[in-house]
Each structure stands twice: as C-alpha cells, then as structure tokens.
C-alpha cells in the first residue's frame, strides 16, 4: 500500500435490482484499485410477492462475503447504496437489518433523482478521461427495477427515473402494455419539456450496453474488458443485430455469451435499449462501463 494513502481510498458499493458491484478507488489518482461484480437478482420475483425473497437475501449476503476477500475492504467504512428494488420492497428494512447484521454494511436506499445524479458524476468523470465533449449529452442507465434518464445541458441536469427495469419487465404478468406505458411515459417526459436532442451525445450504461460493447468487441462474458468496452459506439442497428444473434443461441450459449443471471433479462433489456434508441431519435450511442458505483466513490471522494 505504500503508494496509497489510506485516507485518500474510498470502497463505494452499489446493490442494484439484479447486479452488485463494488469499487475500491483512490480519490488522489481518480483510479480504480480494485473492483467486484456479479449478478444477485435483488428483485427476481418482486414484482409477484412485493417482497425480496430469501434466496435473493442469502445470494446478496454471499456476493458481500466474497467481495470483502476479493477486494479486501472494511465493510463498516463502505459507502453502500441500494436503488429501486429496495425501494418498492415491502420487507426492504428487514433485508437491509439483516445484511447489516450479517456483513456489517449498512446500505442507504437512494431515490431515482440521487441515482441519476450520482450516475451522471460518474459519466462527467468518464467523458473527461477519453477526451469527449462533456457539456451536452442525454444518459440512460437501465437497471434491473429502474431505468434513469440524464438530460444535461449547457450545466443544467435534468433526471427522470422511471419504474420500468431489466428483471421487473421481464417478469411482469403483461410485458406488451407494460413496454406501452414506459414508451408513452418516455415520450411524455420528453415532449412536456421539449428538449432538443438533436445535437446530444447519447450514453449508455448498465449491465445491458456493455456486455452488448463488449460482444461487439469480440469479448464476453468470461473475458469482458471494461478498458475495451468504454468509449465503444453502438449502432440501432447492431442492438438488433446482436439481439437476433442472442435469441438464436442455447440457454448454455447465452450463459457464456451474456453471464450467470442475465440469460433470463438480457432481451427484455436489449428491449428497453431500442425503445430509449426510438424515443430519443438516435441512430448511435456511447457505451460505458462507468456508473452508479463510481458516481458513489467520485462523490465520496469530494466530501474528503
């Protein structure tokens, strides 16, 4: 550790609706010391019982336990933060009490407005670092309960979280009006303000667009490589592509192709990606890998 100072390292924790990620980073060299991933299926089932099962609980407090030895953090300084499952849960502070009890971390439910916000700080961050024009972009990041979306402008943000994601889709009893209602709702945001896109960079974040970058790449799930995936610009027309490419695969394939715990939510996620695509009248995006985790350590790294 010589070269880092203690004071300077943050581990900031991110418990989405389907994935948990977290980050150890130095807030002196704006840089990632180490990282964790894996897909827990937070609200696999919500959307039935209203409740986050136990097995979701026991794979949650697993995926803790494993990255504490893998990163190597202290679990009561962690910056931990849990976004829309835990948010509509019925049983949301019992999970969270009994996380605490078990690993020591204390998760913070943050509200749609702070997840975009946090989201954007990461991507602000990321448009710096490869160079890109940071001052007029629309971002959407498509999570597993929740998809956000960041229209910044000339030093204005505006965020829209909307209750539509990855697992909650995939899972509802009507997907066809379900997808009616987010498009229609989408449309709505962006009509009742009028906001003129025509010249925003279009950014993607999320489990969705990077592991669809990365098989662009020619990568996937087992060697995905996030300094390859950032920066990767994907057309409409490769999302189809891909996703015709994916529906035509084995469970098995997929599996390897996409990652455990995805092969369920990937094409119900690709869904989402295209209807952001039309809404938005983009022909291309930006893919990051950057996202709520770092927007936590970023932030994190300000109040220091």
């Known amino acids: 550790m010589s070269n880092h100072n203690l004071q300077d390292i943050v581990t900031s924790i991110d418990l989405g609706s389907n994935s948990f990620r977290v980050l150890k980073f130095?807030?002196?060299?704006?840089?990632?010391?180490?990282?964790?991933?894996?897909?827990?299926?937070?609200a696999d089932g919500l959307s039935q019982t209203g409740n986050i099962s136990k097995e979701a609980l026991q794979r949650i407090i697993h995926a803790i336990k494993t990255s504490i030895e893998i990163v190597d953090y202290d679990p009561k300084s962690a910056i931990a933060v849990t976004t829309q499952a835990l948010r509509i849960a019925n049983n949301s502070q019992e999970i969270l009490d009994e996380i605490k009890?078990?690993?020591?971390?204390?998760?913070?439910?943050?509200?749609?407005?702070?997840?975009?916000?946090?989201?954007?700080?990461?991507?602000?961050?990321?448009?710096?670092?490869?160079?890109?024009?940071?001052?007029?972009?629309?971002?959407?990041?498509?999570?597993?309960?929740?998809?956000?979306?960041?229209?910044?402008?000339?030093?204005?943000?505006?965020?829209?979280?909307?209750?539509?994601?990855?697992?909650?889709?995939?899972?509802?009893?009507?997907q066809e009006r379900d997808f009616k209602?987010?498009?229609?709702?989408?449309?709505?945001?962006?009509?009742?303000?009028?906001?003129?896109?025509?010249?925003?960079?279009?950014?993607?974040?999320?489990?969705t667009p990077s592991i669809i970058a990365a098989l662009k790449n020619g990568l996937d799930n087992k060697d995905y490589d996030k300094e390859v995936v950032n920066g990767t610009t994907l057309t409409s027309q490769e999302v189809v592509d891909i996703q015709d490419k994916l529906n035509s695969l084995s469970k098995d394939e997929l599996i390897q192709k996409v990652g455990t715990g995805r092969e369920d939510f990937i094409n119900t996620g690709m869904l989402i990606y295209r209807l952001f695509f039309k809404t938005l009248k983009k022909e291309t995006s930006i893919v990051f890998d950057d996202g709520l985790r770092e927007g936590v350590a970023l932030n994190a790294c300000k109040c220091m």
Do not use: H, M
Not at 37 to 42: A, K, R, S
Not at 101 to 127: P, R, V
Not at 182 to 203: A, G, P, Q, R, V
């Open 26 to 42: 130095d807030c002196k060299l704006k840089k990632s010391l180490a990282e964790f991933d894996i897909t827990v299926g937070t």
């Open 181 to 207: 209602i987010f498009e229609n709702d989408i449309t709505t945001f962006l009509n009742t303000n009028n906001y003129d896109l025509s010249k925003s960079l279009f950014i993607s974040v999320a489990g």
């Open 101 to 174: 009890k078990q690993t020591g971390i204390d998760f913070k439910i943050i509200d749609g407005k702070q997840e975009g916000e946090l989201s954007l700080l990461s991507i602000q961050n990321a448009l710096k670092r490869e160079n890109l024009q940071d001052t007029d972009f629309v971002l959407i990041d498509i999570g597993g309960g929740s998809s956000e979306l960041v229209i910044y402008q000339n030093g204005t943000s505006y965020i829209k979280s909307f209750a539509f994601g990855i697992v909650t889709l995939s899972q509802s009893s009507n």
